[in-house]
């Protein structure tokens, strides 16, 4: 039994059933898979007409009616918060043709056409040190980054010696281009979208060390605030969501009666071993493919790509048919001596060769970078033992000392497929597919859970798929199954 409740209250349902398909949203690689039905009726009573505005008549008037947020209730309990979305007006029949969506569909819906850099990310603190809260200061060298138009300056962002940065007494010559700190961010774009973000992953400490590369100059307020929206890719939320998901093997799923997103170590889903016993019917079986994959880094509009080694940025996985290209990538990393200091010192640092973005100079204020990670390893030692605010896609220090677990090339026992992606797609490749009608109610439709195993018979399995048709009037007894097998 089923009701449609919108802000205005509930709506009328004639009998009959809805169908529904959910998609386990750990199985894409290129989109964030939701909830969403097939499209049905809802009768046009003056009741429905009222509560949906008359959706058909603004339609007719060439208006595009907004998605409808919905309680969509199963048997008297909340299942589902989501929208509406409106598709015709069938006037022979009297009914709205709508389809329900939710989680990740629901999302969709409200970001299109958005931009990270247009949305209302907040202003933060303008502090001119390597630990402020929001942003990281690396040493980048970027001798390309003013081209001809400012002759006097010295080929770095946020030089830093001495114990501070030059930026402060040559504001002329050295400028300060702040690098976002990922998490943060990440939780600032999902709270402008009326999300929280939650999970795991957010409390590990290599992900707490992630910065996003910005080239663009630091533009202060005169009350000394950094609006947060001007060192952000050129990139959409949902593309921004996506290329984290590909690039660090993470998993998303939405709580479905809030506005909550659970972000999961997919490493974490093969690893757990807990699972629930569920019945069903006879299953048609299909083998693995094992078709393999190759995993790809985005390489950034960088002359450096002509003469550094870019081959870190592809790898491959058995047979390789399956490619994943991350839209995201990271920095070439340079061991050179110091340009300004050449005599004096050497050291490790993020290196680019292209144009940036300024408010002076001419230069121009349209960033170019895509998403480009690097991890903040804070103040290290350089050839002298002096120390500098160190960004890096790898885990040592220009001594060899080694400071982190994770790397963001591909390949090694710090890499990327080894400490991320390996356990997942190792999964993927051998997995087979089992599809079976089990007995399913509204208890277990609430409680299904895209991470926990299933038990049936004496197989482990994931879920990949659930289909089902809801009856408005009776009650919910079976769902049909598309399930990926796993090793007991």
């Known amino acids: 039994m089923i009701r449609l409740k919108t802000r205005a209250g509930g709506l ?11 998609a386990n949203p750990y199985f894409s690689f290129d989109s964030v898979p939701g909830t969403t039905t097939y499209p049905f009726s809802i009768p046009l009573t003056d009741n429905n007409a ?10 007719e008037q060439g208006q595009k009616p907004a998605p409808e947020p919905v309680r969509f209730i199963i048997e008297n309990l909340l299942w589902r918060l989501g929208s509406l979305v409106y598709r015709d007006f069938d006037e022979e029949k009297q009914t709205l043709q709508y389809h329900f969506v939710a989680d990740a569909t629901d999302l969709q819906t409200k970001i299109d056409g958005l931009s990270l850099a247009t949305m209302d990310l907040g202003w933060v603190p303008w502090t001119v040190t390597p630990t402020a809260a929001d942003y990281a200061l690396p040493v980048v ?10 002759p006097g300056y010295k ?19 050295h400028f300060l281009t702040p690098f976002p700190r990922l998490i943060p961010l990440l939780r600032r774009v999902l709270a402008a979208l009326g999300y929280t973000v939650s999970g795991s992953w957010l409390e590990d400490p290599e992900a707490q060390k992630l910065v996003v590369y910005s080239d663009r100059v630091a533009q202060p307020s005169a009350d000394g605030l950094l609006q947060l929206n001007r060192h952000v890719p050129d990139m959409g939320p949902g593309e921004f969501l996506i ?11 939405f709580n479905p009666v809030r506005n909550e997103l659970l972000i999961t170590r997919l490493k974490d889903v093969v690893a757990d071993q807990a699972y629930i016993e569920r019945t069903g019917g006879a299953a048609r079986n299909t083998p693995a493919e094992q078709l393999g994959f190759t995993l790809q880094l985005q390489l950034l ?40 200091e050449p005599d004096a010192r050497q050291w490790l640092t ?4 292209a144009k940036g973005a300024a408010h002076v100079f001419e230069l121009g204020d349209d960033s170019r970078a895509g998403l480009a990670l690097l991890f903040d390893r804070g103040l290290q030692p350089d050839s002298t033992g002096a120390l500098y605010p160190l960004a890096t896609s790898g885990a040592q220090t220009w001594l060899g000392s080694s400071i982190g677990t994770d790397t963001l090339h ?4 710090k890499g990327l497929y080894e400490r991320h992606h390996k356990p997942w797609l190792t999964f993927l490749d051998s997995a087979g597919t089992s599809e079976r009608v089990m007995q399913f109610d509204v208890a277990d439709l609430l409680t299904l859970s895209p991470a926990r195993k299933e038990m049936v018979g004496m197989r482990k399995f994931l879920w990949q798929k659930v289909s089902l048709s809801i009856p408005t009037t009776k009650r919910l007894e079976t769902a049909r199954f598309t399930y990926r097998t796993t090793l007991l």
């Open 12 to 22: 009328d349902l004639t009998a009959g059933s809805i169908n529904i398909e959910l």
């Open 50 to 59: 009222v509560k949906l505005n008359f959706p058909h008549l603004r339609a």
């Open 141 to 150: 060298q970027n001798t390309a980054f003013f081209g001809d138009k400012n």
């Open 155 to 173: 080929g770095y962002l946020n030089y830093y010696t001495n114990g501070e940065y030059s930026a402060v007494s040559s504001p002329n010559e």
């Open 243 to 253: 290329a984290l998901q590909k690039v660090l093997g993470l998993g998303y799923d």
């Open 301 to 340: 509009d960088d002359e450096l790509n002509k003469t550094l080694d870019t081959s870190w940025s592809q790898f491959k996985v058995g047979a390789g048919k399956t490619v994943i290209d991350c839209n995201a990538g990271t920095l070439h990393m340079v061991r050179a001596k110091d340009l300004l």
């Open 350 to 353: 993020p290196a680019v060769s």
């Open 410 to 413: 591909w390949a090694g026992p």
